[in-house]
Nanobody, 124 residues
């Protein structure tokens, strides 16, 4: 199994950038599809982006497509989310999650392991 731990959140002005990192313990990191989700109070957890085991494929939610880039370094057991042109509506707690499935999934229930989340706040 893996245990994701997020970092890199913070307060940024609209139009700014942030780079989130997710370091996962365990020796089988490359066996997991890795995803990012976000959640605001009172709303369901929302899919943001996910990356395949090898890093060759990724899938973005329309809300972040063109503004964000996901990548992974399997040698470092780490996945990254670079977010640019941030908007106030990007404000949320961002969670990193791991899925043992083969295909990229956008469904939170497919992801078995979750981090504690990191807060991203975008001021207008």
């Amino acid at each position: 199994q893996v245990q994701p731990v997020e970092s890199g959140g913070g307060l940024v002005q609209a139009g700014g950038s942030l780079r989130l990192s997710c370091a996962a313990s365990g020796r089988t990191f490359s066996n997991y599809v890795m995803g990012w989700f976000r959640q605001v109070p009172g709303k369901e957890r929302e899919f943001v982006v996910a990356i395949s085991r090898s890093g060759e494929k990724s899938y973005y939610a329309d809300s972040v497509k063109g503004r964000s880039t996901i990548s992974r370094d399997n040698a470092k057991n780490t996945v990254y989310l670079q977010m640019n042109s941030l908007k106030p509506e990007d404000t949320a707690v961002y969670y990193c999650a791991a899925d043992r499935g083969v295909l990229i999934s956008t469904a939170a229930y497919d992801y078995e392991y979750w981090g504690q989340g990191t807060q991203v706040t975008v001021s207008s």
